[in-house]
């Protein structure tokens, strides 16, 4: 059993505030250079929702390092700066995951 100073993962949250179709618009487009960044560092679950009020985004990293590292990669970088996205519109969190199961597909 893991703790919380021994957690088995990190969770990004972020809430990004917008017209909701303009930003699934755009994070559409950005998709594969978005996923190369979480390949490249270790993302174990990616999902994305629209909102009332914006977007929704989940990610699931195997540790604190992998996220942050991830945040600074000049993809992920250029492609928030091309979309127009400002740093008030993103609302991150961040919190130590004490337990995780992926479930297969049938």
């Known amino acids: 059993m893991h703790t919380p100073t021994d957690p088995t993962a990190y969770l990004t949250i972020t809430r990004i505030s917008g017209d ?3 930003l699934l618009d755009g994070y559409r487009q950005s998709a594969a250079v978005m ?14 929702a629209p909102t009332d009020d914006g977007l929704l985004i989940l990610n699931l990293w195997p ?4 996220s942050e590292a991830a945040a600074r990669d000049p993809r992920r970088l250029g492609t928030i700066g091309r979309h127009g ?10 919190h130590d995951v004490a337990s995780y199961v992926l479930f297969g597909r049938p």
């Not at 996923?35 to 994305?48: F, P, Q, S, T």
């Open 20 to 22: 909701p179709d303009r």
């Open 85 to 94: 996205l400002s740093p008030d519109q993103i609302r991150p969190e961040h």
């Open 63 to 66: 540790s604190k390092d992998g």
């Open 35 to 48: 996923e190369g960044v979480g390949r490249d560092h270790g993302l174990i679950v990616h999902a994305a």
